[in-house]
T-cell receptor, first 110, second 114 residues
Framework: TQLLEQSPQFLSIQEGENLTVYCNSS?????LQWYRQEPGEGPVLLVT?????EVKKLKRLTFQFGDARKDSSLHITAAQPGDTGLYLC??????????FGTGTSLTVIP | GAGVSQSPSNKVTEKGKDVELRCDPI?????LYWYRQSLGQGLEFLIY????????KSGLPSDRFSAERTGGSVSTLTIQRTQQEDSAVYLC????????????FGPGTRLTVT
């Protein structure tokens, strides 16, 4: 059962543009994580958000956890080619079980 | 320090054969997860080991899939009588096991069933 839906599934933008990726669920999670995966490698953690309404910034990346802890968004400002990759959200249950989203494949064109 | 390692990196097998995939987690990590990923897609949970507790096998797609973790360290995922739909990248991750802790992923094993 896929509990987390991400949108869009694919995104191709020009360098310098802004974008937002959404991660939605009908389930409540104790926390939510965002990972980025490059071809041939495993996902790497970007951020963990824990509190409803929490906003975290990582350089040009801004992550927000929904007030009800069911959804999250990732906003990238002035995208760079190095941002290219597969972005995955993961909801974490109270039992430390991870539920990964469907993924968003981002391509930033120089 | 060493990260999570997986072997083999690539495996091509004939339909109907059995395969074993190995995962060496980060030393001291009590939690170990197996996932399956189709090309460019999200991760499908397979199985979760936490310390000495009984594993959570709720994600295993059929009884052809099994996994064990010996001595709380190395884990092996076994797929019996492989089918073409088993072709995917199999990812292993380990974690300190504390709440909301980060998962550290291996590079994966790409399995192709011909």
């Amino acid at each position: 059962t896929q509990l987390l839906e991400q949108s869009p599934q694919f995104l191709s933008i020009q360098e310098g543009e802004n974008l937002t990726v959404y991660c939605n669920s009908s389930s409540v999670f104790s926390s939510l994580q965002w990972y980025r995966q490059e071809p041939g490698e495993g996902p790497v953690l970007l951020v963990t958000v824990v509190t409803g309404g929490e906003v975290k910034k990582l350089k040009r990346l801004t992550f927000q956890f929904g007030d009800a802890r069911k959804d999250s968004s990732l906003h990238i400002t002035a995208a760079q080619p190095g941002d290219t990759g597969l972005y995955l959200c993961a909801g974490v249950s109270t039992g430390n079980q991870f539920y990964f989203g469907t993924g968003t494949s981002l391509t930033v064109i120089p | 320090g060493a990260g999570v390692s997986q072997s083999p990196s690539n495996k091509v097998t004939e339909k109907g054969k059995d395969v074993e995939l190995r995962c060496d987690p980060i030393s001291g990590h009590t939690a170990l997860y197996w996932y399956r990923q189709s090309l460019g897609q999200g991760l499908e949970f397979l199985i979760y080991f936490q310390g000495n507790s009984a594993p959570d096998k709720s994600g295993l797609p059929s009884d052809r899939f099994s996994a064990e973790r010996t001595g709380g360290s190395v884990s092996t995922l076994t797929i019996q009588r492989t089918q073409q739909e088993d072709s995917a990248v199999y990812l292993c991750a380990s974690s300190p096991g504390t709440r909301e802790s980060e998962q550290y992923f291996g590079p994966g094993t790409r399995l192709t069933v011909t």
